[in-house]
């Protein structure tokens, strides 16, 4: 729950421009990903065009209109235009919304595509192909595999945001690209059930059977199970953690590294960067609230160690990275777990991209600090994967 990473498939304008910036966001409409698929088949984003990469094309500046805002007076002025932009697709609050309703409503991902069409950005290259398995009933995986490569390549599971409520695979479509196209490894998304039809810890527990799935199946689309680490952004950063925590418990394979983007690791909602960016966006204090209320089935879910990170046993953990936001009421949660991680002795590496919010990560091809951190988590993850 990147909490801009926090939210059936996007309302996709331009089909392939949308899958190139869809975005990790809390916001994100979003429809539900068909469980009665065939268990191997062809995806239908293995078309997509992949996000631009910074190191090749640069992000095209783009410039806000307006003011800075009052709760973001260090935003970066293209992380300002996305945040404008997003503003002027005219979406409600999604705190005062049904689950089913805030899945519809416009994302920064849309906000992105609108920005690129009005600034004449080139659609990027396909640099990977993707298809669809079933991992259990209601479980699915997207598995993109980087185009033209040969041999056993490493693997990478990916859990998205959205709070455990709202987004999807394709939601998260351009961070994972990304990802791909820095790493040269295999990526699995998971399409873990979500709140409030799904309580607690179904998401949790669906992450970590998707992890095992992995593990057991890696071979069968040319993946090496002895190189496999977990990656997640906002509430997928969570459930990535708490993937770790599950295997280190239950004795299975540990991933090799663990990237956490702007992790939910708390149920305290009055932390410091919970005070101070407590009406930012695209995410803020009440719609965590709200994420809180539909996943969870009360305060007792929120002490649980697979929510309140911070305060788990985190010993014995795969060594971590871990990426916040500025402008992110979750900044000072991944900052806290930090320190923690390092306090239990985990390597742990930690980066705050100051000027973005939550969300910003799967924006590289609008914001240059989406860049920056993917190459950060690209680096990280090729060296634990050698």
Known sequence: MALLSLLPSLRWVA????????????????????T???????????????????????PQPVKPTGPKPAWGPTIAPEMQAVIETLASLGGKPIETLSAQEA??????????????????????PVTADTMSRMVMPGVKVRIYTPRNASGTLPVVVYYHGGGWVIANLDTYDASVRGLVEKT?????????????????????????????????????????????????????????????????????????????????AGYDLNTPSYQKYAQAKPLNKPMMAWFFENYLRGAADGKSPMISLVNANLKGLPPTTIITAEIDPLMSDGSMLADKMKAAGVPTKYQNYDGVTHEFFGMAAVVPQAGQAQDMAAAELKKALQ
């Open 15 to 34: 089909p392939v421009v949308a899958a190139s910036v869809a975005l990790a966001s809390c916001n994100s409409s979003q429809t539900s990903e068909s």
């Open 36 to 58: 009665n698929a065939a268990a191997t088949a062809t995806d239908s984003m293995s078309t997509a065009p992949a996000t631009a990469n910074p190191a090749t094309a640069g």
């Open 103 to 124: 899945r519809q409503q416009p994302t920064p991902a849309d906000a992105v595509m609108k920005l690129m069409r009005d600034n004449n950005m080139p659609t990027p």
């Open 184 to 264: 040269g490894a295999i990526f699995v998304s998971v399409a873990y059930r979500q709140g409030p039809e799904h309580k607690y810890p179904t998401a949790h527990n669906d992450s970590f059977a998707a992890y095992q799935w992995v593990l057991k199946n890696a071979a069968s689309f040319k993946g090496d199970p002895q190189k496999v680490a977990v990656v997640g952004e906002s509430a997928g950063g969570n459930l990535a953690a708490t993937v770790s925590m599950m295997a280190r418990d239950k004795k299975v394979m540990l991933p090799k590294h663990e990237v956490l983007v702007y992790p939910i």
